[in-house]
């Protein structure tokens, strides 16, 4: 039986969807600057504290400091998101938006094809944009240099080229 989308009002981030994330943000005790020219991340890529100020170098936090500080980060996410997206969603697709909101901001994601797509219906646009946001630190993360993966920000592609593939395995 094929699942129906739901209006965005009624989802939230799945288990898996923060699974995901977490999965693919990685731990780190104390701050690191992820890719070249980027802003410095604790926990599980945090780039703000509870209180609102950025992450400094030298910061750090404990492993369930940094799931609840996540977890606070994405629940603000998907309050912003449900003011921008108007057509329903999967749950999968749903959690891919929202992971690509944690990595890049709320600001960007609302103004970003895969919203545009998604409001007007067209969901398999949305999930190809993805591959448009291939930009990190002033680098295309998807060229190769001298024939090898791009060591300041590959895994920024490779991350939407995951969520291109979810989101497509789960409008198919």
Request: charged share 20%; glycine share 8%.
């Amino acid at each position: 039986m094929r699942h129906t989308r739901t209006a965005i009002a009624a989802l939230a981030l799945s288990a898996a969807g923060l699974v995901a994330i977490i999965n693919d943000e990685h731990y780190t005790s104390q701050a690191v600057v992820p890719t070249k020219n980027d802003r410095p991340t604790v926990g599980f890529g945090s780039t703000f504290k509870e209180d609102g100020s950025p992450v400094q170098m030298g910061d750090t936090i404990e492993p369930v400091q940094a799931v609840k500080r996540s977890l606070g980060h994405i629940q603000k996410d998907e309050t912003k998101l449900k003011q921008c997206v108007t057509g329903p969603m999967y749950q999968a697709e749903y959690d891919v938006l929202v992971d690509f909101s944690y990595q890049y901001g709320t600001q960007a994601t609302c103004k970003s094809s895969m919203v545009l797509y998604t409001n007007a219906g067209r969901y398999e646009d949305a999930c190809n944009a993805y591959t448009l946001y291939k930009r990190s630190g002033g680098y295309d993360c998807s060229t190769l240099i001298n024939g090898k993966p791009n060591k300041r920000c590959w895994g920024v592609w490779t991350r939407n080229l995951e969520r291109k593939a979810r989101c497509l395995e789960a409008v198919s």
